[in-house]
């Protein structure tokens, strides 16, 4: 047997005993009893270290130096290098930094949950002090084993090819541009009428039927998937058996669809990864930018258009059998448009949200060099988001202290939320040149022509192309932050 | 570290991957997409794998002999000869034996499903003789690592300790009483009046609420399990994490009843073991007998005692919200005691069964041994069924192609339902003398003195002594068939 199909053969075990930790992952958030948790951390742990040691045998070293030799060719020598880059990953951290970083997270990320509901920054700043110190430790054992900046070392784990070179670009052109223009567009807004949901009108029956009557039409394969709920919505599972979850919330029905639209578009991408690369590290999803760009492709590009709405809205009123000027197109576009200047990121709307995520950056990458010490966050925060976004915290739970990836040590993970949210933009834009037919198909509630775009420009493409080299091949220029701006100009300020 | 300290690791982690795998089996039963199951096939082959890497590791055959150098005791000493027990089992096979029987039992499983329905024996033959070869071949190998004959090899898998001889003289006792004694309660039975589930009810919702209540009222966990839907009823997952299914029958309320009665009692065991003991050999169930011995326990023996059915059926009533003559306790005992000559074993009365497991006792052994040829199968079937229980299969479906365990390469299984039937006989009339409040209490719906009995008799004890042992320490004296005989006598030629 070949080095080469040797390495297959091994990353295919690999991938097999990771799917099954991503099962009991979806399991454990929507399935599994209280009292499990303990168990299931065993069982998790357990194939984890497994997955470790099978990518860390040193006989893989071995066969990719002598697949170099094998004269690869195409889809195989993009495999074998995104095999060397898993294999190089996991190798950079030595086994106690793992386990120190494993132990850290798990405590800090403990101590947050409880810390932040009591606003108790003093408890979450000495459980995070050990989680920091450990990720800068690990950001120059990367570093070094890529010859990368610390920062780049983090961000290339979450966006292959991604640096932060780039990411200062795009951010300072979006940044110079997006608080004056929330400025207008809150005066533009300020005497619109918003939808209100009547009360009790969307059953949370009412509201399963309807997202999964959307699932079906825009492709998604229950045959291969399905929809459940948890605390948190999140897509899970494996390519072949995706997981998707949400929650219902009886009365914003919108929240809960829009976020069913947003993980089904991260299911698509899974779902249209190519078949025969199952298993391989060049099958998989290209980083978290993309998958980003997937999933904000539905929920803030395609479904949030007039042409889907046009097709949708008579089957929302028609599924919870309501009607009158509330449900008309005007007054619900005009709710899931709807821009405020808000303390929280995962409520943020599509103008906003930009600016928490910049603030994020800056502020970790201050974290990660040293400029900024834990006990400044606060106060660098708040001063950040009076300037950003325009209002400051009422509590620091409300603060520095909301989300969880600080606390889990992803430092790195924050810029590809709107990276992916420039992304859609383009390739939204890209194919309605393309696929001249797409409204016409779109109002009908034809997504074929649709996807067959996206499967063939993205799904397909796995992760044969670094995360730059994709956007241009399938939008035929680099990502281009004016296509994000003038999609927020047009959809903001034209009416 | 010690040697046996690291055995403990070792099989901590060898515990968690199989718990990971079970989770899984309980996932492609429940949850999972039809489409799934190929993918779901390669987790749960690569973790099969992994987890038979860990147990055929060379260095564990060396950190045994050490430990038995350690001078262990007690629990350390059982938990040792039950690690060299798991250790000689997986190692008793050469690897491309183990692989030849997973395919081809996978291969005959499958062909089975379908020629069972079409009464193809043919395509059945035919795929089930490679099997029958290889599990000939299977059980040389083992009969040589464990110096044991043929068939008590492969019943050492299921149930540790039993041996042919002693099914033998068991069986031998039974069948000389059970057909004679079966006429006479089919006689005894010929005029009673049975009940009759009203249509409609019962319905599903009802049920579901029912069986969580008796669930409950009998000590079930919910937040260590839950209760799922799945074709074929079973009790699944970890000892910290029980999932148990069921199906729910309109028509037939008080199976589906049982049949999560039968589950509870399976759940019960595994939720009983000893917390300190969990991941070791010497903390799991004790094999199939005992464990059918738990799930026999009520639904045979507690769950349809006066006793039981005087706390239960008020419940019943209220739950369905139905009252008359049919659902009295004289009605409903009788239809849950009623006695039929029937060709299906899963759907056999509890008299009848037994001699459903000991003709599958007698082929099974004369298929190893080579006395019975494949093509010979039906008629011998067909002729013992007559003679045993009869009736004549009207057709091969309903005759020797009825199980699955033959086509899966499981020879050896059948004896210990009917063994864990008679132990349960033994294990509820030990308790009767030895708690004098069971009555009392369980016409109360208190079940916690009739499970301290349990948990300290039988669920502590999980693998610390073998069957013939356990029997005896829990009842105070070995297997005796006269208890089994005795209960039947009672129950059902008493009045």
Same mark, same amino acid.
């Given at each position: 047997?070949?080095?080469?199909?040797?390495?297959?053969?091994?990353?295919?075990?690999?991938?097999?005993?990771?799917?099954?930790?991503?099962?009991?992952?979806?399991?454990?958030?929507?399935?599994?009893?209280?009292?499990?948790?303990?168990?299931?951390?065993?069982?998790?742990?357990?194939?984890?270290?497994?997955?470790?040691?099978?990518?860390?045998?040193?006989?893989?070293?071995?066969?990719?130096?002598?697949?170099?030799?094998?004269?690869?060719?195409?889809?195989?020598?993009?495999?074998?290098?995104?095999?060397?880059?898993?294999?190089?990953?996991?190798?950079?951290?030595?086994?106690?930094?793992?386990?120190?970083?494993?132990?850290?997270?798990?405590?800090?990320?403990?101590?947050?949950?409880?810390?932040?509901?009591?606003?108790?920054?003093?408890?979450?700043?000495?459980?995070?002090?050990?989680?920091?110190?450990?990720?800068?430790?690990?950001?120059?054992?990367?570093?070094?084993?890529?010859?990368?900046?610390?920062?780049?070392?983090?961000?290339?784990?979450?966006?292959?090819?991604?640096?932060?070179?780039?990411?200062?670009?795009?951010?300072?052109?979006?940044?110079?541009?997006?608080?004056?223009?929330?400025?207008?567009?809150?005066?533009?807004?300020?005497?619109?009428?918003?939808?209100?949901?009547?009360?009790?009108?969307?059953?949370?029956?009412?509201?399963?039927?309807?997202?999964?009557?959307?699932?079906?039409?825009?492709?998604?394969?229950?045959?291969?998937?399905?929809?459940?709920?948890?605390?948190?919505?999140?897509?899970?599972?494996?390519?072949?058996?995706?997981?998707?979850?949400?929650?219902?919330?009886?009365?914003?029905?919108?929240?809960?669809?829009?976020?069913?639209?947003?993980?089904?578009?991260?299911?698509?991408?899974?779902?249209?990864?190519?078949?025969?690369?199952?298993?391989?590290?060049?099958?998989?999803?290209?980083?978290?930018?993309?998958?980003?760009?997937?999933?904000?492709?539905?929920?803030?590009?395609?479904?949030?258009?007039?042409?889907?709405?046009?097709?949708?809205?008579?089957?929302?009123?028609?599924?919870?059998?309501? /009607?009158?000027?509330?449900?008309?197109?005007?007054?619900?576009?005009? /709710?899931?448009?709807?821009?405020?200047?808000?303390?929280?990121?995962?409520?943020?709307?599509?103008?906003?949200?930009?600016?928490?995520?910049?603030?994020?950056?800056?502020?970790?990458?201050?974290?990660?060099?040293?400029?900024?010490?834990?006990?400044?966050?606060?106060?660098?925060?708040?001063?950040?988001?009076?300037?950003?976004?325009?209002?400051?915290?009422?509590?620091?739970?409300?603060?520095?202290?909301?989300?969880?990836?600080?606390?889990?040590?992803?430092?790195?993970?924050?810029?590809?939320?709107?990276?992916?949210?420039?992304?859609?933009?383009?390739?939204?834009?890209?194919?309605?040149?393309?696929?001249?037919?797409?409204?016409?198909?779109?109002?009908?509630?034809?997504?074929?022509?649709?996807?067959?775009?996206?499967?063939?420009?993205?799904?397909?493409?796995?992760?044969?192309?670094?995360?730059?080299?994709?956007?241009?091949?399938?939008?035929?220029?680099?990502?281009?932050?004016?296509?994000?701006?003038?999609?927020?100009?047009?959809?903001?300020?034209?009416?």
């Amino acid at each position: 047997m070949s080095a080469y199909r040797q390495l297959v053969d091994r990353f295919n075990q690999i991938s097999a005993i990771r799917g099954a930790s991503a099962m009991l992952g979806w399991d454990a958030e929507t399935m599994m009893p209280d009292g499990a948790s303990g168990v299931r951390g065993e069982q998790l742990s357990a194939l984890a270290s497994v997955a470790h040691e099978k990518i860390t045998d040193t006989a893989l070293s071995d066969w990719i130096e002598e697949a170099k030799g094998e004269g690869l060719q195409g889809t195989e020598a993009a495999n074998l290098r995104e095999m060397e880059r898993g294999f190089q990953h996991a190798n950079a951290l030595p086994n106690d930094l793992v386990a120190a970083l494993t132990k850290a997270t798990s405590h800090c990320t403990h101590v947050w949950q409880a810390a932040r509901g009591d606003d108790d920054f003093e408890s979450f700043a000495k459980a995070f002090e050990p989680v920091l110190k450990l990720v800068r430790e690990a950001s120059v054992a990367k570093a070094e084993a890529f010859g990368l900046s610390q920062y780049d070392a983090m961000l290339d784990e979450f966006d292959p090819g991604m640096r932060e070179a780039q990411v200062d670009q795009y951010f300072g052109e979006l940044q110079a541009f997006l608080p004056e223009f929330l400025n207008q567009v809150v005066d533009h807004q300020a005497n619109n009428k918003t939808f209100k949901t009547l009360e009790g009108a969307t059953p949370v029956s009412a509201q399963e039927e309807l997202g999964k009557k959307f699932m079906t039409a825009l492709g998604f394969d229950f045959n291969h998937g399905r929809i459940d709920v948890s605390a948190h919505p999140f897509c899970g599972g494996v390519p072949g058996d995706v997981r998707l979850t949400t929650r219902y919330n009886e009365d914003a029905f919108s929240q809960s669809l829009y976020g069913v639209l947003h993980e089904t578009g991260h299911a698509m991408y899974e779902m249209g990864l190519p078949e025969e690369l199952r298993g391989q590290p060049v099958g998989q999803a290209r980083g978290m930018s993309m998958h980003e760009s997937q999933s904000l492709f539905l929920d803030m590009q395609l479904c949030r258009s007039d042409e889907f709405l046009s097709y949708a809205l008579p089957i929302i009123r028609d599924t919870f059998g309501v /009607s009158g000027e509330t449900w008309e197109a005007e007054n619900f576009t005009r /709710s899931l448009l709807k821009v405020e200047r808000g303390l929280i990121r995962v409520d943020a709307d599509e103008v906003t949200y930009p600016l928490h995520v910049m603030l994020r950056y800056r502020l970790e990458k201050a974290l990660l060099s040293g400029d900024l010490q834990i006990k400044d966050m606060e106060a660098a925060w708040n001063d950040e988001m009076k300037k950003s976004v325009g209002v400051v915290p009422d509590r620091v739970g409300n603060g520095c202290m909301q989300d969880i990836h600080w606390p889990s040590g992803a430092i790195g993970y924050f810029p590809t939320y709107t990276i992916g949210a420039m992304v859609a933009a383009q390739l939204f834009d890209t194919l309605k040149t393309q696929v001249p037919t797409w409204a016409e198909d779109v109002q009908k509630g034809d997504f074929t022509s649709v996807f067959a775009w996206l499967r063939k420009n993205v799904h397909h493409k796995a992760s044969l192309y670094a995360t730059p080299e994709l956007i241009t091949q399938a939008t035929g220029k680099p990502l281009d932050v004016g296509v994000f701006k003038a999609h927020l100009t047009a959809r903001y300020l034209a009416d």
